[in-house]
C-alpha cells in the first residue's frame, strides 16, 4: 500500500517562506498527477494546486499563483511544495494526495486514491 508522508510545516511569520515534502513509498505511476490540498477547521477541504504527469502545474486558487510552485523529484519518489510570500489566510493543514495512475489533475479530492497525513502550516506574528 502507497503511503505519503508530509513535512516541512511550522510557524512561519508573514512573509516568510516554507517548503513541504511529501515522501511516497512509491508513487503508482511515474507519472502519477500529486495534488496539495488544505483545510481550516470549520471549512472544507479545498484544492490548491497540482503536478501533472507530464511536469505542468495546474492552479486550484488563484491567490497562489506566483507564490506557491510545486514540483517532483522522481529519483526520490518526492513533491516538493515551495510556498513563498506567505499570508496569515494560507493558514492550514496542508495535505499531499496522488491519483492511482492518471497522469492528469482533478480539484476533486475524491479522485485522489492516496493521501498523506497532514502538515500545520501556521502564518503569523
Known amino acids: 500500500q502507497l503511503q505519503l508522508v508530509e513535512s516541512g510545516g511550522g510557524l512561519v511569520q508573514p512573509g516568510g517562506s516554507l517548503r513541504l515534502s511529501c515522501a511516497a513509498s512509491g508513487f503508482p505511476s511515474d507519472n502519477s498527477a500529486v495534488g496539495w490540498f488544505r483545510q481550516v477547521p470549520g471549512k472544507e477541504r479545498e484544492a490548491v494546486l497540482c503536478i501533472i504527469g507530464g511536469g505542468g502545474t495546474i492552479y486550484y486558487r488563484e491567490s497562489v499563483k506566483g507564490r506557491f510552485i510545486i514540483s517532483r523529484d522522481s529519483a526520490k519518489n518526492t513533491v516538493y511544495l515551495q510556498m513563498n510570500s506567505l499570508k496569515p489566510e494560507d493558514t492550514a493543514v496542508y495535505y499531499c494526495?496522488?491519483?492511482?495512475?492518471?497522469?492528469?489533475?482533478?480539484?476533486?479530492?475524491?479522485?485522489?486514491?492516496?493521501w498523506g497525513q497532514g502538515t500545520q502550516v501556521t502564518v503569523s506574528s
Open positions: 494526495a496522488a491519483r492511482r495512475s492518471d497522469i492528469f489533475c482533478s480539484g476533486g479530492g475524491t479522485h485522489y486514491g492516496f
